[in-house]
């Protein structure tokens, strides 16, 4: 069993930025990549980066592509989401998940661990 917690949300102003937190415990030889998802209510969940385990690959949705950047810390324990030039329309709660293969992909059905989200509101 894998554990993801997320950390990191919060209040900030249009055109701000934060840094999410995921934090991955348990038996950590049982995933491969770990993505960022959100989902706002009545809508579909949405993948907005994921990073392979060894840090080599990378792939963004649309919603990410220069604006949100994946990584992770050396021990391979944190993987992190640093989002920039936030809009309201980034307001909802995030989430971070991991695979149990070898699969790059933003798709949320291919991930099986989960985190329990963390809220970004954008706000003036």
């Known amino acids: 069993q894998v554990h993801l917690v997320e950390s990191g949300g919060g209040l900030v102003r249009p055109g701000g930025s934060l840094r999410l937190s995921c934090s991955i415990s348990?038996?950590?030889?049982?995933?491969?990549?770990v993505g960022w998802f959100r989902q706002a209510p009545g809508k579909e969940r949405e993948g907005l980066a994921c990073l392979s385990k060894n840090a080599f690959s990378t792939r963004y949705g649309d919603s990410a592509k220069g604006r949100f950047t994946i990584s992770k810390d050396g021990a391979e324990r944190t993987v992190y989401l640093q989002m920039d030039s936030l809009k309201p329309e980034d307001t909802t709660v995030y989430y971070c998940?991991?695979?149990?293969?070898?699969?790059?992909?933003?798709?949320?059905?291919?991930?099986?661990?989960w985190g329990q989200g963390t809220q970004v509101t954008v706000s003036s």
């Open positions: 998940a991991s695979t149990r293969w070898d699969i790059m992909t933003t798709k949320a059905d291919h991930y099986v661990y």
């Open positions: 348990g038996f950590t030889l049982d995933y491969y990549t």
